[in-house]
């Protein structure tokens, strides 16, 4: 009867070789761009800057549309008295505007700023994911 085997000697470890990733040359200018955003630097405070800028801009506009619009009818009806008593449909004309027209008219506002809004805001986007030219 054979003794007892000796113990085979384990394999040697294999090596692993480890490549050191090459170099990649500085990220893109989007990269560049959202990294300046999310640290809040100089130049991300600049770029939010230009769009609540921009937003003030479109608010400031829309606001005196509805102040000429809305605000100018009571000046005409002052100064022109024979348009205030014009009638339509029974009904004097500036009820007809301000009570029933306004309505209308303040939704379309409404609408042309969520509008023109998102299409500031994604101006914005388009400019920090603009690539490198």
């Known amino acids: 009867m054979p003794g007892p085997r000796p113990p085979r000697p384990a394999d040697p470890p294999r090596r692993t070789r480890i490549v050191l990733a ?11 761009t959202r990294s300046e955003l999310t640290q809040q630097t100089r130049v991300g405070e ?11 801009s479109l608010a400031l ?14 000046w005409l009806f002052a100064i022109a008295p024979s348009v205030g008593r014009v009638t ?7 009820w007809l505007l301000l009570g029933v027209a306004a309505f209308p008219f303040l ?9 023109l809004a998102e299409r500031n805001e994604q101006d914005f986007v388009d400019l920090v994911h603009r690539p490198e030219r």
């Open 107 to 115: 939704i379309v506002v409404g609408w042309a700023y969520v509008r």
């Open 46 to 56: 600049t770029l939010v800057q230009g769009l609540v800028r921009a937003q003030l």
């Open 22 to 32: 090459e170099v990649s040359r500085s990220g893109s200018r989007a990269d560049r």
């Open 61 to 74: 506009r829309l606001s005196l549309l509805v102040l000429i619009g809305l605000g100018g009818l009571p």
């Open 88 to 94: 339509v449909l029974g009904v004097n004309l500036p």
